[in-house]
Nanobody, 123 residues
């Protein structure tokens, strides 16, 4: 059974940085796409970025590219999201997700989700 557990959320001041981690377990992820999403209060879940587990090919939401960087450590089975120049509007619950690689860029329907980690950016 696939398990995704996010770490690293918290409170940060505007302009600061934060790195989220997502520990993945339960199977070999070589044929998977991993992604980060976020959901702010009262808003729909929003795609941030995706990465293929094996090759490390990335895909970003255009508006976040440059401030957010997705990466993975295959040896540690861990997905990362580096967030820089944070703004109050980045406040949200951040989720990691996984799906089997079928198309690229990947669709937005993911099979597996973590429980989320809260990121709060103060002004």
């Amino acid at each position: 059974q696939v398990q995704l557990v996010e770490f690293g959320g918290g409170l940060v001041q505007a302009g600061g940085s934060l790195r989220l981690s997502c520990a993945a377990s339960g199977r070999t992820f070589s044929s998977y796409v991993m992604a980060w999403f976020r959901q702010a209060p009262g808003k729909e879940r929003e795609f941030i970025a995706a990465i293929t587990w094996s090759a490390g090919t990335t895909n970003y939401q255009d508006s976040l590219k440059g401030r957010f960087n997705i990466s993975r450590d295959n040896a540690k089975n861990t997905l990362y999201l580096q967030m820089d120049s944070l703004k109050p509007e980045d406040t949200a619950v951040y989720y990691c997700a996984a799906q089997t690689l079928q198309n690229w860029p990947p669709g937005r329907t993911y099979q597996y989700w973590g429980q989320g980690t809260q990121v709060t950016v103060s002004s």
